[in-house]
């Protein structure tokens, strides 16, 4: 905007390295070239940055150290471009050292707000030396009267086809279906940033629209607004990947969609760990339905899998199998190793024995077919929902239709142990039958039906037998003296069946006697309900000290908890419990974009940028339905 009484001639430039900020930038190799495009809106220009990117093969632990890992060489790029809204100038430096003061680009630019572009025909093209970094500048000169104002848009688009595997399987990500760089080695970034001018408008309005359903429904607490879609930040923020094998001799259950992947979090380095995506699922099933089903259909495949592998459980130092058929897996694998081809990841317990996974697998699945209506999904998944059933049932030892826990942490609270029936995966267990039922009936399986709801029904007694205490669920049913403690995710699977339109695990009238409890003790009890619910807390208002687990606030369970009074019309209640998690990561300790899995009664946190906050969809699910 031009403030003074005469015109002004005004002159932006942006700047940008090859390379990534790595020790690669200075091997030497790199090119920068100007580019030229047509298209809808005129004549675009900018700089095309390829880059010599180097990546070494992770060791395999079952192969001797050799010390002649194989390096790839695989293609990176970036692109830079501007266009003036109206008339204006573009002009282009293709190459200068980015490792000096950047005195002599200074000089040219402020100089009359251009770019000298004559000693393009020496430079445009040119290979960086070993040693030294090298970048490029892209500047819009226009003219302004006084009083009024211009823009000029700039582009930057980075394009890397194909990813590799720690142990150097390829894939390409999913954009090569539209921009062919691989086959150009790696020409996809100009055309992006031509599109990214020519497009950028419509694709903002769009944004705004698809936001402005839930923005502008003043009946929801703005800052219940504001942090619904900030936690979808994770999503692409979390390593995530959505590729295609690009040479494997093998089939993906889902050709179209391929691969989608996100890592549990920045400090635990698993994809899709599956006991805590069942809290993130809801952001993914409510907004990119073919995503969900397409991971869904991956942990099918990798349950119905039977690996011959082992490996030491840190928890207890034996040996034991890394993945049996008819378990879920835990993860789909870490980026180190070889994801959807070596599955669990997780070395901490011996996964296989989880009793959380299978049942969250059932209810997951049963759900993303009553939000779609694809019953070629339920199809193809059934196989592992039937054995995922049966293998759940070897852990009913004594008949009653309960599975019991195995005294040691056998679900996604990994430090928190249980011992005989349990709130929580006894829940999860009765609601899962539930839904194995009704896909059973999807899929004509009238006598699998029929026996998953006589256990339905066998276990339910047995579960309020064992553990209702008349006011809530014991967490277990042991003989341990915390094992009356209030734990406020014991509804899990009660949530999970009412979020689904299943049959209540139960009462409406016991559920909000639960809820209610969890809202009195484990929220406002622990700092007046500013940090959102406290994993457990004893009856006498103190928090379980069994474990680390068991004294920290969980920030998607606090949310999920959330979702489940929603579910029973607690609508004062969720928003209240809720807001104490929004409270902590945005007004008291700055964990925005980052909000960590827990923190404790301090604030301390841990496993910063996490997976399971997107749980804040299940309020939203809850909410439209």
């Known amino acids: 905007e031009n403030i003074s009484s005469t015109p002004l001639t005004v002159g932006l430039m942006f700047t940008f390295q090859n390379g990534m900020g790595l020790p690669n930038d200075r091997e030497g190799g790199h090119t920068n070239q100007r ?95 070993p040693g030294e970094t090298t970048g490029a500048a892209i500047a819009v000169t226009i003219q302004i009267d006084p009083g009024q104002s211009r823009e000029a848009s700039f582009a930057l688009a980075w394009d890397m086809p194909r990813i590799r595997s720690g142990y150097g399987s390829p894939y390409l990500r999913h ?51 504001q942090a619904l879609f900030n936690e979808l930040y994770y999503l692409v923020d979390g390593g995530t990947i959505w590729a295609h094998p690009e040479d494997y001799p093998r089939s993906i259950p889902d050709p179209e969609i391929g691969h989608f992947g996100y890592l549990e979090g920045q400090d635990y380095r698993m994809y899709n760990t599956y006991d805590v995506h069942f809290y993130a699922s809801f952001a993914l099933i409510r907004l990119w339905p073919k995503l969900e089903l397409a991971l869904q259909r991956d942990i099918a495949a990798a349950t119905l899998a039977d690996y011959p592998d082992t490996f030491q459980e840190m928890y207890t130092g034996k040996q034991v199998p ?58 193809d998944t059934w196989p592992a929902v039937e054995a995922a059933i049966t293998r759940l049932l070897r852990f009913d030892q004594d008949g009653d239709g309960l599975i019991e826990n195995g005294g040691f942490p056998d679900q996604t609270y990994d430090l928190w142990p249980a011992t005989g029936p349990s709130a929580y995966t006894g829940g999860l267990w009765l609601a899962g039958l539930q839904a194995a039922a009704c896909l059973a009936d999807l899929v004509g399986k009238r006598q699998n039906a029929l026996e998953y709801r006589r256990l339905f029904k066998k276990g339910q007694k047995a579960y309020e037998a064992c553990l209702w205490n008349g006011r809530y669920f014991n967490y277990d049913a042991s003989n341990s003296r915390r094992h009356d403690s209030i734990m406020a995710d014991q509804l899990a699977g009660h949530w999970y069946a009412r979020a689904s339109g299943l049959p209540p695990v139960i009462s409406p009238t016991r559920a909000r006697s639960v809820l209610s409890t969890i809202y009195d003790w484990n929220v406002l009890r622990f700092n007046e309900g500013r940090m959102g619910a406290v994993n457990g807390m004893r009856p006498d208002g103190q928090p379980d000290t069994t474990c680390l687990q068991s004294q920290e606030v969980w920030t998607g369970t606090t949310y999920a908890l959330a979702a489940a009074m929603l579910e029973e019309g607690m609508r004062e209640t969720a928003f209240a419990t809720a807001w104490g998690i929004y409270h902590t990561t945005y007004e008291d300790s700055g964990y925005w974009f980052q909000t960590p899995e827990a923190w404790d009664a301090l604030g301390n946190y841990r496993a910063i940028a996490y997976m399971r906050p997107l749980a804040i969809w299940a309020m939203q699910w809850a909410l439209d339905r």
């Open 175 to 225: 954009y090569t279906r539209f921009y062919c760089s691989l086959d150009q080695e790696g020409d996809g970034a100009p055309q992006m940033a031509c599109d990214i001018l020519c497009h950028a408008d419509e694709w903002e309005t769009g944004v705004i629209r698809w936001q402005d359903f839930i923005l502008k429904d003043e009946s929801l607490p703005a800052w219940y607004r």
């Open 35 to 129: 580019f030229h495009r047509a298209s809808p809106i005129g004549p675009l220009t900018g700089v095309h940055l390829r880059h010599t990117y180097h990546q070494k093969q992770t060791l395999d632990p079952n192969t001797p150290d050799t010390g002649k890992r194989e390096t790839y060489t695989d293609p990176l790029s970036f692109a830079i471009a501007a266009r003036p809204i109206g008339p204006g100038l573009v002009t282009c430096r293709t190459h200068f050292r980015t490792d000096t003061n950047g005195a002599g680009l200074w000089r040219d630019f402020s100089a009359d707000g251009c770019l000298d572009d004559s000693r393009e025909r020496t430079e445009n093209g040119k290979r960086s030396k």
């Open 322 to 379: 890394r993945k049996q058929r008819g378990a879920v897996p835990h993860d789909m694998g870490w980026p180190d190793e070889d994801p959807w081809v070596k599955v669990n990841g997780y070395y901490f317990h011996n996964v296989n024995d989880w009793k959380d996974l299978n049942s969250k697998f059932v209810l997951q699945i049963y759900r993303d077919f009553v939000a779609t209506g694809d019953i070629s999904f339920v199809h």
